[in-house]
């Protein structure tokens, strides 16, 4: 790659990392959001997998919790690993570029449920259910997109877990989907030595980043950061949508 590439990666995963310091999460949506304006989903998501990884394993064992989210949300791990697996083809496939036109539209749809606040609500007879269809979807979407969040976000805040439970259950998501996404990966190509220098680049500046945000973050409400961010998120999730929508001659 390019000098001017990896130090917009740099700045990319700076960003991120500071978001993240601040809110607690987002990494990988802010990064393959903005370097999918540059570059394809896929060769985004391979410069992420590894990073988001790391820091998704750290959120993973920073509890107590780890046995009994296991234990309850199995399920859900399960299906998404199937549902990644199922959508190997989505990245390289005939169908690869309406991959930016999904993670558009799916950053404008969880920015809008994120400020909307949506209270959900998951009867205990039906975790296992739900928790299955909401994981087998969002592996999918993850398969297509590197984005994880919509729908298991709000699965996961139905369930009524505490703070840092909830925090914890992320982290043990995160860490599962974005695993089985380098299966995913790997077997498309995408994992090549041209991802090495700039994941371990954007690695190193994430974890700068994060220790500015949360530096900042004793000083500067989180609520009020968090609402820019979901702003500037349907923002850039509108503008890749469209965007790739007029590349391809359908709007």
Not at 20 to 32: C, D, E, R, S, Y
Not at 113 to 129: C, D, I, N, S, Y
Not at 165 to 194: C, H, K, P, W, Y
Not at 196 to 218: E, F, H, N, V
């Amino acid at each position: 790659m390019h000098d001017p590439i990896l130090i917009a990666i740099a700045f990319v995963f700076m960003l991120a990392g500071f978001v993240k310091g601040v809110i607690g999460m987002a990494l990988p949506t802010i990064v393959i959001g903005l370097l999918a304006t540059s570059m394809p989903p896929a060769h985004a998501i391979a410069i992420v997998i590894v990073p988001a990884i790391l820091t998704n394993l750290w959120q993973t064992f920073s509890g107590p919790y780890l046995r009994d989210i296991v234990r309850r949300l199995w399920p859900l791990l399960l299906c998404t690993c199937l549902g990644v697996w199922s959508g190997m083809g989505f990245l390289s496939g005939p169908y690869a570029p309406y991959g930016t036109i999904l993670l558009g539209v799916l950053l404008v749809v969880y920015s809008i449920v994120a400020l909307m606040r949506a209270q959900f609500h998951v009867p205990k007879g039906k975790e296992t259910l739900i928790g299955a269809l909401c994981g087998y979807t969002s592996g999918l979407i993850a398969a297509a997109t590197g984005v994880q969040a919509i729908p298991t976000m709000p699965y996961l805040q139905a369930l009524g877990m505490e703070r840092d439970e909830f925090i914890q259950a992320l982290g043990v998501f995160f860490t599962t989907s974005t695993t089985a996404m380098l299966f995913n990966l790997s077997n498309a190509g995408f994992l090549t030595r041209d991802v090495a220098l700039p994941s371990t680049l954007g690695l190193g500046t994430a974890l700068i980043g994060m220790y500015l945000g949360q530096a900042l973050r004793k000083r500067l409400p989180p609520e009020t950061f968090r609402r820019w961010f979901l702003y500037s998120m349907i923002v850039l999730g509108a503008y890749l949508a469209i965007n790739k929508l007029v590349q391809l001659h359908l709007l």
